[in-house]
């Protein structure tokens, strides 16, 4: 389709901004060029609300709902014409074009659309989504928020995601889910082949491609799974070690669970990092998922070590978000001897995880 300038005249009286509008278009006329056209503020908000919000407020379902209610009601609310025709500008910007970041699929023309994403760095997330097909019986998984708010924010639809630390697929579940595509690594065979089912049963109404493959992430030919795909790199990376050995899985002395000290486990996470880096992209984003643990008396600050490692490899450090941690139906059942450790012990019962986000710079 030809695009052309087209340069939207405001009517004398109201031009109080310094430059006429310019807006490249699909060559329509703007929606908004009536509302442009009124003699006063009064005969615009009269406008406003008959042809605009009342037509509007009958369609809940529209999806751009909540972005064209917000910017109403500013106008609504709007004491001058500066402020009016600022807003009516914003509406007419989004109605020809998008705004958004190389790395995800946000249009900030209409950031206000986007309320079901998280921007603080306090996560407190009340339930686990179950609205997937999701393995929540396997033990250390993650709840499908965590990899559903990173693929939102960091990857754009048809995008590759690496996860190094399979598990039950949660990540790949959500990639389905979201129209992007992943490749998982797990160690333990039988937990991978399960994975793998679980996800070949789930809808895929992207048509993407989700693979697992079976193997130790910290020497897996990642070039090999790549050229499997035939891509060069993928655009996000997802990694949510063991928390060392708090949850053991299986017995193979390469799993992460099994290293012999804090550091080793530290080594090999870092090993991971180290052999997945060269394919994300540049610029690219990497999250780590990880919590602390408690050991002879003693908090292990292994999230924040788990970090500096990635610091380590070159990551630029982004954000760092605090979750909640629910507790599981065992936990819950010991609560109260819970806070009874705690109160014996001098010490305070985890309720927390990190999401560190990096950069790939
Ligand atoms: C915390 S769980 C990940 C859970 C996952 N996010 C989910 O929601 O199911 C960590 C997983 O990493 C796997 N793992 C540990 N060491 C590994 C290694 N060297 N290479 C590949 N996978 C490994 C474990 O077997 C376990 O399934």
Same mark, same amino acid.
């Given at each position: 389709?030809?695009?052309?300038?087209?340069?939207?005249?405001?009517?004398?009286?109201?031009?109080?901004?310094?430059?006429?509008?310019?807006?490249?278009?699909?060559?329509?006329?703007?929606?908004?060029?009536?509302?442009?056209?009124?003699?006063?503020?009064?005969?615009?908000?009269?406008?406003?609300?008959?042809?605009?919000?009342?037509?509007?407020?009958?369609?809940?379902?529209?999806?751009?709902?909540?972005?064209?209610?917000?910017?109403?009601?500013?106008?609504?609310?709007?004491?001058?014409?500066?402020?009016?025709?600022?807003?009516?500008?914003?509406?007419?910007?989004?109605?020809?074009?998008?705004?958004?970041?190389?790395?995800?699929?946000?249009?900030?023309?209409?950031?206000?659309?986007?309320?079901?994403?998280?921007?603080?760095?306090?996560?407190?997330?009340?339930?686990?989504?179950? *609205? #997937? +097909? !999701?393995?929540? /019986?396997?033990?250390?998984?993650?709840?499908?928020?965590?990899?559903?708010? =990173?693929?939102?924010?960091?990857?754009?639809?048809?995008?590759?995601?690496?996860?190094?630390?399979?598990?039950?697929?949660?990540?790949?579940?959500?990639?389905?889910?979201?129209?992007?595509?992943?490749?998982?690594?797990?160690?333990?065979?039988?937990?991978?082949?399960?994975?793998?089912?679980?996800?070949?049963?789930?809808?895929?109404?992207?048509?993407?491609?989700?693979?697992?493959?079976?193997?130790?992430?910290?020497?897996?030919?990642?070039?090999?799974?790549?050229?499997?795909?035939?891509?060069?790199?993928?655009?996000?990376?997802?990694?949510?070690?063991?928390?060392?050995?708090?949850?053991?899985?299986?017995?193979?002395?390469?799993?992460?669970?099994?290293?012999? *000290? #804090? +550091? !080793?486990?530290? /080594?090999?996470?870092?090993?991971?990092?180290?052999?997945?880096?060269?394919? =994300?992209?540049?610029?690219?984003?990497?999250?780590?998922?990880?919590?602390?643990?408690?050991?002879?008396?003693?908090?292990?600050?292994?999230?924040?070590?788990?970090?500096?490692?990635?610091?380590?490899?070159?990551?630029?450090?982004?954000?760092?978000?605090?979750?909640?941690?629910?507790?599981?139906?065992?936990?819950?059942?010991?609560?109260?001897?819970?806070?009874?450790?705690?109160?014996?012990?001098?010490?305070?019962?985890?309720?927390?995880?990190?999401?560190?986000?990096?950069?790939?710079?």
């Amino acid at each position: 389709m030809s695009k052309s300038r087209v340069l939207v005249a405001v009517p004398s009286h109201l031009n109080k901004t310094t430059h006429p509008v310019i807006m490249t278009t699909e060559t329509k006329p703007s929606t908004y060029l009536d509302l442009m056209e009124c003699v006063d503020i009064t005969q615009l908000k009269t406008r406003l609300l008959s042809e605009y919000i009342l037509p509007l407020s009958k369609q809940l379902n529209h999806p751009d709902f909540q972005f064209l209610m917000t910017n109403y009601t500013q106008i609504l609310e709007a004491d001058n014409w500066e402020r009016c025709f600022a807003i009516i500008k914003k509406l007419m910007r989004a109605e020809v074009g998008t705004k958004s970041k190389p790395y995800n699929d946000i249009d900030l023309n209409k950031w206000q659309n986007y309320s079901d994403i998280l921007t603080d760095s306090l996560w407190m997330v009340e339930k686990r989504d179950r *609205s #997937s +097909t !999701h393995n929540s /019986d396997y033990w250390g998984n993650f709840i499908p928020q965590i990899p559903n708010q =990173l693929l939102q924010r960091f990857t754009q639809k048809e995008d590759w995601v690496l996860d190094p630390f399979l598990g039950s697929g949660t990540t790949l579940l959500e990639c389905r889910a979201l129209g992007r595509n992943g490749i998982g690594i797990e160690i333990q065979e039988e937990a991978a082949v399960e994975t793998a089912e679980l996800i070949a049963d789930t809808p895929n109404p992207e048509q993407v491609n989700t693979y697992v493959e079976i193997g130790d992430s910290q020497t897996f030919p990642i070039q090999t799974a790549l050229d499997r795909q035939g891509i060069k790199s993928v655009q996000l990376m997802v990694l949510h070690p063991p928390y060392w050995n708090v949850v053991p899985f299986g017995d193979n002395e390469n799993n992460l669970a099994n290293a012999f *000290s #804090s +550091t !080793h486990f530290l /080594d090999q996470f870092e090993l991971v990092v180290h052999n997945c880096t060269p394919y =994300l992209e540049d610029n690219r984003y990497a999250a780590l998922i990880i919590g602390d643990i408690y050991m002879d008396s003693e908090w292990v600050p292994l999230a924040f070590q788990a970090m500096q490692r990635m610091q380590r490899q070159g990551y630029t450090l982004k954000s760092t978000v605090i979750k909640n941690v629910n507790e599981t139906k065992g936990k819950r059942d010991q609560t109260e001897l819970w806070r009874y450790r705690a109160l014996n012990g001098g010490f305070y019962v985890f309720k927390h995880e990190y999401i560190f986000l990096f950069q790939k710079t």
